[in-house]
């Protein structure tokens, strides 16, 4: 069946591949916004165990009214998701289950229940490849009338869930903002964060239900959680986040064809792959929050605080009156060796902090300048400790160490002032102008 | 070999699983990681694809070391995002398990395409669990794995228990916390995918995690709880392979397993929903006695006499009782011996006269202590004496009797009531 579909949409014009691009896009939006809000209250595992325990709602419902018609499918789908939002949840409160236990328990055995029931319907085709990977390939071959366009059916009830989706965040945008990152002031404000959450639960059910013939289950997890996650990454604001986390959602769908069209692959798992691909992406290069820029950060840092440990060094020897100047291998060793310290040591000199006579180091004017500034940071910190921590002597001089690269001019400024114009630290030195 | 039938096979099989399955998800649970198993039984797809697409052969053992490969690769690049970036553990649970899924699907296309179908039946299994294509070998493989896992729980016995109740603990005392984690988790990971060709990716997730919360509900005690997790996974597996009736055998198992878990819930001995809901009614049972005793003395105590007569009337206002539930708190207490009911009047018996007195001390006690102690206005005690008086357990009672010795308010009279330090006022206090 996969390979025919596959082939279809690649013999078939380009069309085809358009609509079904926007099958996927339209639907990995319309999961994606209401994404956003599970991974903000970090629920995103509830989208999971929605999307399973929407099986034996479906076949429940089947059983029952012995009918394909949509509407007892999709009553008895929600159901069984809220029933497992409200299980999930009373489990957790009041048998003190573990919250990830108590959800586990109940989506896995609701699903057990939905493929019993499901071998009890006799005459029913139920491919169960299709429940994970859906149908998307297929999806321009039903079409239904809209106005004069004859659209895709799976486009049609994305749009509409995309729409529902939409109007339910504009219409209670301030409720489910306060509940997603607040729930017990939203409570005490006056809106129920219970009712809301139970709301999300609804949408992200009767999402889950709309999708689920069309893109899987598998697609409806990725699309639930991956692009809200990756926006999570790249954006603070709530707003943004839920536009950027449908932009990725229907890129990742895009993409996501693209690329199985090229692998001759199956669609719906290629779309999970490339918003997986996306937020690997996101990870390694996100501005703020990325692994890379972590990286660069704490280097700098690093840096930064090696440079500082240089010109103190040098400094104290100064101060100490010694005829002997550091070589700058024993400099190097003396901070901890290695290639921080050789460039730490190079950039110094670099910006003309630090001079060479020969094999010696020597703090140039304006090296001096700034290492007096350190100093002075150091030692004020220290006399702080003393007199307001009571700390012991030999306790100060650590924690100054790790505190005076942060201690600007305006903060030096007040803990003088603090302490009462002192001018020499707890050991005697004197504190540097 | 001995030659089995296939319904045994599949039987001892289950078994195998549903025990070693419950052992190893205790401490998935414990460690509050119970959806990890979800993940890696969903992450083992694309690792049992790629295996059987290098080697070509449907050997339980080749698809199960690639399994465990982009399992292990899953759980590795879930601890990094959770660990670097802001990305919380549900989500990057979810990521992982949803990418590493669709790669499976995708590379399980690709497959089926060159090898023109039937060829990879074998791998469907992997994904919904078809304990009727077991082998000889395989139950052999599931044997071995098992005993090799129990052996690992029981030689790190002292190590796991440690890491899987305070990690931060064991890591101050100098144990390898997160290897040792980690150990926690490879173990998981290895009896999940083994269980996979059984019962299928959703269902392997509920083995790990139904014995082991099931038995969670009975015990604090972790060797109790790795027996009981064992058992309960045991018995699931046996019973739900062997009397389906017709229900595929995956299913079976973890519905009988949740049928273990739901009347845990009832019926356990502490966590128990009947167990709380009996406590629950006790010590509703218990605040109202109090409560009538205090009415009762508080009533009688303008005119001391040996054995008060309290109108009904009267009684029934003090506290707006429902009528007909302070009538048979009465006839209950007069069963007791406490009061006698006669027409409208309810008179105290000195018993009663004296258990009333101590009812009414211990909430007085609290009421001063609040005063004196937590500096609270005589008019706002009442309500949080109310909240406490019937919890406080005798030797607190003599300890703050001890403490308040010296209160001018506590003259003491002979059932030793000290006066209430506010005015009392009929109808005031709650139901």
């Known amino acids: 069946m996969n390979a025919a579909a596959a082939s279809l949409a690649i013999a078939w014009p380009s069309t085809d591949a358009l609509w079904i691009m926007a099958t996927g896009a339209v639907i990995a939006a319309a999961c994606a916004v209401l994404g956003a809000f599970l991974v903000l209250r970090q629920m995103s595992m509830m989208g999971d165990a929605i999307s399973h325990s929407v099986l034996p709602g479906l076949a429940a419902a089947f059983l029952v009214t012995q009918s394909y018609s949509i509407g007892p499918l999709l009553l008895g789908a929600v159901i069984a998701g809220l029933l497992t939002a409200l299980l999930t949840q009373t489990l957790h409160r009041f048998a003190r289950v573990p919250a990830d ?26 491919d169960k490849q299709c429940v994970f990977e859906g149908a998307l390939e297929l999806a321009p071959l039903y079409t239904v009338q809209w106005g004069s366009l004859q659209l895709p059916r799976a486009l049609a009830v994305g749009l509409i869930v995309l729409g529902v989706n939409t109007v339910a965040l504009v219409l209670l945008w301030k409720e489910f903002k306060l509940s997603a990152f607040d729930p017990a002031l939203a409570t005490t404000m006056g809106f129920p964060a219970g009712v809301m959450h139970y709301l999300l639960m609804t949408l992200v059910a009767v999402t889950a239900v709309a999708s689920f013939e069309a893109v899987g289950s598998i697609l409806v997890v990725a699309m639930l959680i991956t692009p809200a996650a990756t926006a ?5 604001r709530l707003g943004p986040m839920v536009l950027l986390s449908a932009a990725i959602g229907a890129a990742s769908s895009v993409l996501g064809y693209a690329l199985a069209v090229h692998f001759d692959t199956n669609v719906a798992g290629m779309m999970a792959v490339a918003a997986g691909g996306l937020y690997g992406v996101a990870v390694l290069f996100s501005p703020r929050y990325g692994l890379l820029s972590t990286m660069l950060h704490n280097a700098r840092l690093a840096l930064r605080v090696i440079r500082d440990d240089l010109l103190g060094m040098l400094y104290r020897l100064e101060e100490l009156g010694a005829e002997r100047r550091l070589a700058s291998r024993d400099a190097r060793t003396a901070i901890g060796g290695g290639l921080l310290a050789w460039w730490g ?24 300048d700034a290492a007096r500034q350190l100093v002075r940071a150091h030692r004020l910190w220290e006399n702080y400790l003393v007199q307001f921590l009571g700390l012991p002597l030999d306790h100060v001089h650590e924690p100054a160490h790790r505190v005076e690269h942060y201690l600007d001019s305006g903060l030096q400024q007040s803990l003088r002032q603090k302490l009462d114009d002192a001018n020499v630290d707890p050991h005697g030195r004197e504190i540097p102008e | 070999m001995i030659a089995l039938s296939l319904s045994m096979k599949v039987t001892l099989g289950a078994a195998l699983l549903g025990g070693v399955a419950g052992v190893v998800g205790a401490f998935a649970v414990l460690r509050g990681r119970s959806l990890v198993g979800d993940m890696l039984s969903h992450a083992a797809l694309p690792g049992v694809v790629l295996a059987f697409m290098l080697t070509g052969s449907r050997q339980l053992a080749a698809l199960s070391v690639g399994a465990l490969a982009t399992g292990l690769a899953a759980i590795g690049l879930m601890t990094l995002v959770v660990r670097w970036t802001r990305t919380k553990e549900d989500a990057a649970i979810g990521v ?8 499976g699907v995708v590379l399980l296309s690709r497959a089926t395409r060159s090898t ?9 299994s992997f994904l919904f669990g078809e304990p009727g294509n077991m082998l000889n070998s395989d139950l052999l493989l599931l044997a071995g794995v098992g005993t090799a896992a129990l052996l690992i729980v029981t030689l790190l016995f002292k190590e796991f228990k440690l890491v899987a109740f305070d990690a931060d603990f064991a890591a101050s005392q100098g144990w390898p916390a997160t290897r040792l984690d980690l150990a926690m988790m490879a173990l998981v990971a290895v009896v999940t995918i083994i269980g996979l060709p059984m019962v299928g ?7 790990i995690i139904v014995p082991a919360a099931t038995a969670r509900m009975w015990t604090h005690r972790l060797h109790t709880l790795l027996l009981l997790a064992a058992a309960i996974g045991v018995f699931a597996g046996v019973v739900g392979s062997r009397y389906g009736r017709g229900v595929p055998a995956g299913p079976a198992i973890v519905l009988a397993a949740a049928a273990m878990f739901a009347a845990s819930l009832l019926l356990a001995p502490q966590q128990g929903l009947l167990a709380r809901f009996m406590h629950t009614v006790r010590l509703q049972r218990r605040v109202a006695q109090d409560h009538l005793l205090r009415s009762l003395y508080e009533l009688a105590e303008p005119q001391p006499q040996e054995t008060p007569a309290i109108d009904f009337e009267s009684l029934q206002a003090d506290r707006r009782w429902r009528p007909a539930r302070l009538r048979r708190l009465l006839e209950k207490n007069q069963q007791q011996g406490l009061v006698t009911l006669s027409g409208g009047v309810v008179t105290m018996t000195p018993v009663g006269l004296r258990a009333a007195a101590e009812a009414t001390r211990r909430h007085r006690l609290w009421e001063l202590y609040m005063m004196r102690v937590a500096g609270a206005a005589a008019d706002h005690v009442d309500r949080s ?6 919890l406080l357990p005798a030797a607190v009672v003599l300890e703050l009797e001890a403490e308040l010795e010296a209160d001018p308010k506590l003259a003491f009279a002979a059932p030793r009531v000290p006066p209430s330090p506010h005015e009392i006022r009929a109808g005031e206090g709650d139901r």
């Open chain 2, 96 to 103: 992982m398990l949803s990418s590493f899924f669709g790669l």
């Open chain 2, 385 to 390: 004496a109310d909240d406490v008086e019937h």
């Open chain 1, 232 to 236: 999570h990454l790249l954006v603070d």
């Open chain 1, 101 to 126: 236990a108590s959800m586990g328990v109940v989506f896995t055995s609701l699903f057990a229940l939905g493929v019993v029931l499901i071998t009890q319907v006799k005459g029913v085709h139920f």
């Open chain 1, 345 to 368: 040591l190079a950039s110094l000199q670099r910006n003309e902090l630090v001079s060479r006579a020969g094999e010696t180091l020597e703090l140039t004017p304006a090296g001096r």
């Open chain 2, 201 to 207: 990716v959703v269902l392997m997730a509920a083995m």
């Open chain 2, 116 to 124: 023109t179908g039937g060829n990879s039946a074998g791998l469907n």
